[in-house]
């Protein structure tokens, strides 16, 4: 997907909740974009991850691929016998040069969540698990819980990625990793999702490592969630590297079928095991950046549950057909075609956002409202490549930092072609959805 233009930290920390550990563990090699809650673009530059506890406000964009559809994401610690290496399934190893054993990663400095997996081992369950072909793996002699590769069937050489994890402190901090996302927000051409006879789940999704070049290389994907909270992550490709390399063959080499049956194998079993527990969050983890050692900030409300994107439906114009909606937390979207083509309309609510006041409303169509709001009205092109979009949004603050942002495309998915002049919504009714009192009325805790 596109690159946002910044990508900030989250002060309050709470992402961490859920999948933190697990993403520090591929050394953080990624950026985090094309998530659903991201899609307003200049949000991001808000400094808040807009939903703080789960990436997947679209009934499940996959939460641990949020660089795409499911670029692998996976990275591991990694004890190479020579010089010491992360092996990282999103990026090439990172040599670090020689070093001391003691400065090589053991389990005694390993980060909470993190676990030294043989991965010869992981490498042996792949190649049992999956047709015969010529595999070739990097850095067989370390541990972690990530391994990349390439596998040639004959017909070309096709990049592969496995990755291990814990989804969370429970299994349903995984579900929205095993949930196909909307084609709102991204494009794919098959994906099936389900629950297997013992309890796990799983999704396959046939989709792009870049959604908005779907020419270019193929990106199909399997992960099973089993019962007890373990995640298993499967990327193949149609190129021999998941980035910058030529395509090689139409189509990556295992079908759906095949990659289902890889993750779903009971070889992983005995190597799932030796993930230790999630840590519990630490005292403290809300402090401010730069505050002293056990500062924390005041916890700040969010809104949960679907009372945004219903809210949202309820404050649409007469005469808008509602073809599609969705959303969780404090995002919200409603697909809408007035006769004269589709037209994406979605909301994030915020509260807390008074500290980045002036870096958001410093400059542009500002206006301050009685009671010291502000209204920001703004025009802009599309960012995620789809011919012709614009993008108008009405982005509103009170002095307390109460923040409400509605933006319209005239398009039903910003990554297609535009599908009419401009929005279904004008700027005055994006304006006034923006400053509804219903907003400020929701439940949040």
């Not at 999704?205 to 992960?223: H, L």
């Not at 937390?329 to 006041?357: E, I």
Request: proline letters at 7%; glycine letters at 12%; aromatic letters at 6%.
């Amino acid at each position: 997907m596109p690159e946002h233009d910044q990508h900030d930290h989250d002060p309050d920390g709470r992402f961490a909740d859920e999948l933190g550990s697990v993403l520090r563990s591929t050394g953080e090699s990624f950026a985090l974009d094309g998530r659903p809650e991201m899609v307003t673009g200049g949000l991001a530059r808000g400094r808040r991850r807009l939903l703080r506890r789960r990436l997947a406000v679209t009934g499940g964009a996959l939460a641990l691929a949020a660089i795409g559809v499911g670029g692998v994401y996976a990275g591991s610690v990694v004890t190479p016998a020579g010089p010491a290496e992360k092996a990282s399934v999103a990026g090439a190893p990172e040599r670090t040069g020689d070093t001391s054993a003691t400065e090589r990663a053991t389990p005694d400095t390993l980060k909470p969540g993190e676990a030294e997996i043989p991965l010869s081992e992981i490498a042996d369950v792949v190649k049992a698990n999956t047709p015969a072909g010529q595999w070739r793996f990097d850095g067989l002699d370390g541990k972690g819980q990530g391994l990349r590769g390439t596998y040639d069937d004959g017909k070309g050489e096709a990049a592969f990625g496995i990755f291990l994890a814990r989804a969370g402190r429970s299994a349903e901090a995984g579900v929205d990793q095993v949930t196909c996302p909307s084609k709102t927000f991204v494009p794919y051409d098959h994906c099936e999702d389900g629950t297997l006879q013992d309890g796990a789940r799983f999704m396959v999704i046939q989709g792009y490592e870049y959604p908005d070049k779907r020419e270019e290389t193929k990106n199909w994907r399997a992960v099973l969630l089993t019962k007890d909270g373990f995640l298993i992550d499967a990327s193949e490709y149609n190129a021999a590297a998941q980035k910058g390399a030529e395509i090689s063959r139409e189509d990556p080499p295992f079908t759906a079928a095949q990659l289902k049956a890889l993750v779903t194998a009971e070889a992983w079993r005995p190597l799932l095991q030796q993930i230790p527990p999630l840590p519990t969050a630490p005292a403290g983890l809300g402090a401010k950046p730069g505050a002293q050692p056990g500062a924390t900030r005041e916890a700040r409300p969010e809104v949960s549950g679907d009372s945004v994107p219903d809210t949202l439906r309820a404050l649409m114009p007469k005469g808008l057909k509602v073809a599609e909606k969705g959303g969780e937390g404090q995002f919200g979207y409603v697909v809408v075609d007035d006769g004269k083509g589709k037209s994406l309309v979605q909301v994030n609510v915020q509260f807390g956002m008074d500290d980045v006041a002036h870096q958001l409303y410093g400059s542009g169509d500002v206006t301050t409202l009685p009671g010291g709001r502000k209204l920001k009205l703004s025009e802009q092109p599309g960012e995620k490549g789809g011919a012709g979009v614009v993008w108008w949004s009405a982005d509103t603050m009170t002095k307390k930092g109460f923040r409400v942002v509605v933006s319209a495309f005239n398009t039903g998915a910003q990554h297609e072609a535009a599908t009419r002049p401009a929005p279904a919504l004008t700027m005055e009714q994006l304006k006034t959805i923006a400053l509804d009192p219903k907003w400020a009325k929701l439940p949040a805790k």
